[in-house]
């Protein structure tokens, strides 16, 4: 099994910035692939951005160009640095990790969520 911790939710302005946070611990050597989803209020889960081992990163169209993901494996935690932030961008995001295989992901572990709210 594997654990997920989100932190860096919160609320913020239009055009602001946050720094989402996600450390994982457990059996973390399962997993080659993280990358976070989010869920805005009546709306479907959606992918918001991906990392895995040897691939380039890959990201949602809405939030290209602001959102970037990375990873410090020594530190077994994935960031996800909004800029630019909209209040469409308004959503529980959530921390997912897995197993990348060929040009495939599969996230099965999923961390509890942070609000994200973005005021106009």
């Known amino acids: 099994q594997v654990q997920l911790v989100e932190s860096g939710g919160g609320l913020v302005q239009a055009g602001g910035s946050l720094r989402l946070s996600c450390a994982a611990s457990g059996n973390i050597f399962s997993i080659n692939a993280m990358g976070w989803y989010r869920q805005a209020p009546g709306k479907q889960r959606e992918l918001v951005a991906q990392?895995?081992?040897?691939?380039?990163?890959l990201y949602a169209e809405p939030v290209k160009g602001r959102f970037t993901i990375s990873r410090d494996n020594a530190k077994n935690t994935v960031f996800l640095q909004m800029n630019s932030l909209r209040p469409e961008d308004t959503a529980v995001y959530y921390c997912v990790a897995g197993r990348k295989t060929g040009g495939n992901y599969a996230f099965n572990y999923w961390g509890p969520g942070t609000q994200v709210t973005v005021s106009s």
């Open positions: 990392i895995g081992s040897g691939d380039s990163p």
